[in-house]
């Protein structure tokens, strides 16, 4: 990305919070706050599954990909924005739990 006066800044990747979900639902991931279309891209994959989990992301190159949580426990997403000032990764870390309340975000 550039400036008003030329300079060029490296990406910034930016996953979006931690979160808690319930087991069974679609999961949104958001990296449009990071992205400048036309100037960088991104790459969203996942660095932790729990076991027996057959998650996929939708579509790895968008900028909101989903997955469903399909079991319970810990995923672990990293998001990585390149472009030709550099590269950064960001990670975010779903919790998919059976919660029974208003505490989980669909």
């Given amino acids: 990305c550039q400036n008003t006066l030329g300079a060029t800044f490296a990406p910034m990747a ?5 979160r808690i979900v319930e087991t069974g ?3 949104s991931l958001d990296a449009a706050a990071c992205i400048d279309p036309g100037q960088q891209t991104c790459r969203w ?7 027996g ?9 968008s900028t909101s990909p989903t997955f469903v949580a ?21 990670t975010v870390m779903i919790t998919a739990k059976t ?4 505490d989980v975000v669909k």
């Avoid at 930016?14 to 931690?18: Q, R, S, T, V």
């Avoid at 994959?45 to 076991?51: C, D, I, L, N, Q």
């Avoid at 924005?81 to 990764?89: A, C, P």
């Avoid at 919660?99 to 208003?102: A, L, N």
């Fill in 99 to 102: 919660i029974p309340g208003d």
């Fill in 53 to 61: 989990s057959r998650a996929e992301l939708s579509d790895p190159d």
């Fill in 70 to 90: 399909d079991v319970n426990g810990l995923f672990v997403l990293s998001l990585t924005v390149e472009e030709t000032g550099g590269r950064s990764t960001d």
């Fill in 14 to 18: 930016d996953a979006g919070p931690d």
């Fill in 45 to 51: 994959a996942f660095v932790f599954r729990p076991t």
């Fill in 25 to 27: 639902s679609r999961v």
